[in-house]
């Protein structure tokens, strides 16, 4: 079970879209997805049509100590789409921070990895959405995965944002001793704007490889799948910004 975490401490960028996407893409080719929403503003579980008044995955932070894999199924929410569910997020999430207070922060910042290992053999994909806060949520979302996606978008405030974000995750990775293979991936592209241009350029002269070939452009049809609650590898299949997400996926072997 391969875990993803989509983060950028920046709102805005396409966070939330690149999840569901890729979600959609993945179940299409018939991988198990899980979708988490870690962020406590709930777009992700809002796009899904869910309920965010129930406590859903705080209710699992509220009881990670004793947590078993029949409580946190009970918890997961099937989607109308073959092969995707969801873990969802609810206001109250953002009082998790207070939650580790109560014990000196002792061993918060791995209880979504715990959550994720007892599902173990039911999924084949977990892709984690996360909010711009830096706090125990992000760092839980961060030290589960087994690779980043930190989306870009393609103006120059935005680099300021993936600073930050990088300094984070230089932070997570020390405290763990470990490496964590992150891609840049330039969204909100406008290709008939220099300051897109511009930045895209200037991305790629400063992260190299990091940053993936793929770019994501500006495509309206985003909005109306998001209007419509349908994933947008569903609502508008071929339409170029879906093909973008396809295309990445295709680069790293992940879709024939
Ligand atoms: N490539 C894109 N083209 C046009 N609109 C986009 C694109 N990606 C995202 N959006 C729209 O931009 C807004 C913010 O995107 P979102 O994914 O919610 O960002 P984040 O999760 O980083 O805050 C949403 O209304 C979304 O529909
Ligand atoms: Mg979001």
């Not at 129930?54 to 699992?60: A, D, K």
């Not at 409580?71 to 073959?82: G, H, I, S």
């Not at 999924?123 to 760092?139: A, C, K, Q, W």
Request: net charge neutral; with cysteine.
């Amino acid at each position: 079970m391969q875990k993803w975490t989509v983060a950028n401490q920046k709102g805005g960028v396409g966070k939330t879209t690149t999840v569901i996407t890729l979600a959609g893409l993945l179940a299409e080719a018939g991988q198990r997805v899980l979708m988490v929403d870690m962020d406590p503003q709930a777009s992700l579980t809002q796009y899904l049509g869910q309920n965010c008044e129930l406590p859903h995955l705080f209710g699992l932070f509220r009881d990670r100590q004793d947590l078993n894999a029949e409580r946190v199924r009970q918890t997961l929410v099937t989607l109308p789409w073959v092969g995707m569910s969801l873990l969802a997020a609810s206001p109250l999430l953002a009082t998790v921070e207070k939650l580790g207070a109560q014990q000196g922060g002792m061993g918060m910042g791995k209880v979504l990895g715990d959550i994720l290992q007892m599902l173990e053999n039911d999924f084949d994909r977990v892709l984690i959405d996360t909010s711009p806060t830096l706090g125990v949520l992000l760092v839980n979302a961060l030290a589960c995965a087994d690779r980043l996606i930190l989306p870009v978008q393609t103006e120059f405030l935005a680099l300021k944002g993936l600073e930050r974000m990088l300094r984070t995750l230089g932070m997570v990775m020390r405290s763990q001793q470990r490496d964590l293979p992150y891609m840049i991936l330039p969204t909100l592209y406008d290709k008939r704007t220099l300051a897109s241009q511009q930045c895209l350029q200037q991305l790629r002269q400063t992260y190299g490889e990091a940053v993936a070939t793929v770019v994501i452009g500006i495509d309206t049809r985003f909005r109306d799948a998001s209007q419509a609650g349908v994933p947008p590898s569903l609502f508008g299949a071929h339409s170029r910004g879906v093909q973008a997400y396809r295309e990445w996926l295709q680069q790293q072997g992940e879709l024939p």
